[in-house]
């Protein structure tokens, strides 16, 4: 014969595993989030870095430029120069 307060206590020994199965799969989902999420910001990082990177590379290109055009048309003379 079955006894019912063995049965009992499997079912709930069962009901704990699988409470604790569904916390652990939480986990889990929550983990993956953190991963997906590092790993974006990794990139948003590497992205930022080369896009300072071009924009610094673009300053000193217009900087140059323009005091190639400067000194194309004499203003990179002194007033006294420009004046003689």
């Known amino acids: 014969m079955i006894n019912k307060a063995l049965l009992d ?3 709930a020994q069962l ?3 699988s409470a604790k199965a569904d916390g652990i799969e ?3 989902a929550r983990h993956a989030e ?3 999420a590092k790993a974006e910001h990794e990139t ?3 992205e930022l870095g080369q ?3 071009e924009l610094s590379d673009l300053q000193l290109q ?3 430029q323009a005091s190639t055009a400067r000194s194309a048309d004499g203003r990179h003379r002194s007033p ?3 004046a003689a």
């Open 9 to 11: 206590r499997l079912i």
């Open 15 to 17: 009901q704990e595993l």
């Open 26 to 28: 939480a986990l889990e």
């Open 34 to 36: 953190h991963l997906k």
């Open 44 to 46: 948003v990082v590497r």
């Open 51 to 53: 896009f300072r990177r």
């Open 62 to 64: 217009y900087q140059d």
């Open 80 to 82: 006294r120069q420009r």
